[in-house]
């Protein structure tokens, strides 16, 4: 695990990098990146890569991304 993966907010589990995904963002109209993250629970979430400093988000389609 990297020094700099969150843990998991569900299970407290390390989570993995999933890869970027790129997405319209709603607040300022840009297309950005979403960064994947998934623990060994399968608990799915993401954030805003160039925001890390934002909390994770439930990743709400985790079905396209296993």
Known sequence: M???????????????SGGLVLVGRDDDGRRTCRALW???GWHMWWQWADRPDDPLEVCPVPKLFR
Request: glycine content about 0%; aromatic content about 0%; charged content about 30%.
């Open 2 to 16: 990297a020094d700099d993966a969150p843990p998991c907010p569900e299970c407290n589990q390390p989570l993995r």
């Open 38 to 40: 998934r623990c060994a």
